[in-house]
């Protein structure tokens, strides 16, 4: 499956951005999804993750009641609905396929990788 990220700019601290990813090339909904973001000097992380249906989610502690994960099959997209941002929020931020159907945090569970798209939260 091929994905491709964007919505990703630059935002004020407390400001709001939701990111999509689109997929396409395969059947979308046989993939768990997930967001990941890196920033200069750090390693790659999850952000949230969503199973092959939508209807399981998880979310990693610094993004939990702030950030939220969801996904359409019929227009296969995947989205991250990102409130309440803050400065260190700022990072390339990755979409990613993985053949587990089931939600999955781990990085190597994940097969298929989006380029991209940045957000810069500013202070």
């Known amino acids: 499956v091929q994905l491709q990220a964007f919505g990703g700019g630059l935002v004020q601290a407390g400001g709001s951005l939701r990111l999509s990813c689109a997929a396409s090339?395969?059947?979308?909904?046989?993939?768990?999804m997930g967001w990941f973001r890196q920033s200069p000097g750090k390693e790659r992380e999850i952000v949230a993750a969503?199973?092959?249906?939508?209807?399981?989610?998880y979310y990693a502690d610094s993004v939990k009641g702030r950030f939220t994960i969801s996904r359409d099959n019929a227009k296969n997209t995947l989205y991250l609905q990102m409130n309440s941002l803050k400065p260190e929020d700022t990072a390339v931020y990755f979409c990613?396929?993985?053949?587990?159907?089931?939600?999955?945090?781990?990085?190597?569970?994940?097969?298929?990788w989006g380029q991209g798209t940045l957000v810069t939260v500013s202070s």
């Open positions: 090339g395969r059947t979308f909904s046989n993939y768990g």
């Open positions: 969503i199973n092959w249906i939508g209807d399981n989610t």
């Open positions: 990613a396929g993985s053949s587990h159907l089931a939600v999955t945090s781990m990085t190597g569970d994940y097969d298929y």
